[in-house]
């Protein structure tokens, strides 16, 4: 039994030789590395700067015309003459359309020369009035015919006029939807027409920014169809009421369109400045770490000897963001190095080496690229 134990005791001490002696030849020469040991991680870092920003709300708006009307007649009819092309600019008062309306002209010829007979009969009679050769109710009954004839006159000439379809203001038209000698019933949609110029967006803004509305408040439009293009305008109307459902106030604004480059019925993104400029801090957007407890950003200090840089994590506020930038409100300051890139890797004390050359310049209204 003593000579089982001896084998046993010699033979743990034999493994815990081997392995002290490869410890020993395999550690590094010289002190232990500072910060436990941890080696220092590659990072991309930019200063904090000072960039003054005019808070905007980034809203969806449509596009409606200033004018905007689909043209039908009140009364049924055959086409007789078209006086206009799809997408002819016309001018208030154009006529466009005239339906067949002979017998209604022919009424119309009637009606007037009665009306000229009855004028006629109350000239006569008033001269036969001054010899005594007619009563006063002659004269009477003459004036009454008169004005009745002259009141169908009047009636049938608008009755004339339903036939022919005018451009109630100025614009352009739209598709053609009738031929020559085609069937109108009334009401049947000719054309549309479209005051482009100005050109109005109408959107809707929460009801807490209520009291940061006014007319003339700049406006900025963009639009899918113009890529990197902005159009400017003015808020022109609030409306006088919040949406029940929403609890949104509907804004109008008015935008100039000389090139009518904009449609109604288009979808934009609006940019409405609700405050004065503000500075803020601003860093890329990159910068930013997302986590259940809230915003963090890791700055680069030196180290305790001074020689180089660890990093430590501070908690956020962000603001608006502007293309590659975001606004930081609270917990940082302006000069402060900050991590873009390689956050992954480091913790509280991490050493870091700054490496910027694989980056790009984070920019605030960066142009997209194919």
């Known amino acids: 039994m003593r000579t089982r134990h001896v084998i046993a005791w010699l033979a743990v001490a034999a493994v815990a030789g081997a392995a002290y002696y490869v410890v020993k030849e395999r550690a590094p020469a010289g002190p232990a590395p500072a910060h436990g040991g941890a080696p220092a991680q590659t990072v991309a870092a930019q200063t904090a700067q000072i960039q003054t920003w005019q808070p905007t709300m980034e809203l969806v708006g449509e596009l409606r015309a200033s004018k905007g009307a689909d043209l039908a007649l009140q009364v049924s009819g055959v086409v007789q003459t078209l006086s206009f092309e799809s997408g002819d600019t016309v001018k208030a008062g154009a006529p466009l359309l005239h339906l067949v309306a002979d017998d209604q002209t022919a009424k119309l010829t009637s009606l007037k020369a009665t009306a000229e007979l009855n004028a006629l009969t109350l000239k006569r009679d008033t001269e036969q009035l001054k010899i005594k050769a007619v009563s006063q109710a002659t004269i009477e009954t003459d004036q009454a015919n008169l004005k009745n004839s002259e009141a169908l006159v009047k009636q049938q000439e608008a009755l004339v006029s339903y036939y022919t379809l005018k451009a109630p203001f100025a614009g352009r038209l739209g598709i053609r939807s009738v031929d020559l000698g ?37 406006v900025t439009l963009k639009i899918d169809a113009y890529p990197g293009q902005a159009f400017t305008g003015a808020v022109s109307a609030i409306n006088a009421k919040v949406e029940a459902g929403s ?14 480059k904009l449609v109604p019925g288009m979808f934009a993104k609006v940019d409405l400045e609700i405050d004065a400029a503000q500075p803020f801090v601003t860093l890329p957007q990159t910068a930013i770490v997302a986590n259940p407890y809230g915003s963090t950003v890791f700055v ?71």
């Open 300 to 370: 680069l200090e030196k180290d305790a000897a001074g020689t180089g840089l660890v990093a430590r994590e501070t908690f956020v506020k962000t603001g608006q963001a502007r293309g590659d930038l975001i606004a930081v409100t609270s917990g940082l300051k302006e000069g402060e190095t900050v991590v873009v890139a390689g956050q992954i890797k480091l913790r509280n004390g991490t050493p870091a080496v700054v490496d910027n050359s694989h980056i790009p310049t984070a920019e605030r209204d960066p142009n997209v690229s194919d």
């Open 247 to 260: 609890r949104n106030v509907k804004v109008r604004a008015t935008f100039k369109n000389p090139d009518d």
């Open 182 to 218: 085609q069937y109108l019933s009334a009401g049947t949609v000719i054309v549309t027409l479209q005051a482009l110029d100005p050109i109005f967006a109408d959107f809707f803004v929460p009801q807490q920014y209520i009291g940061s509305l006014k007319v003339g408040q700049p």
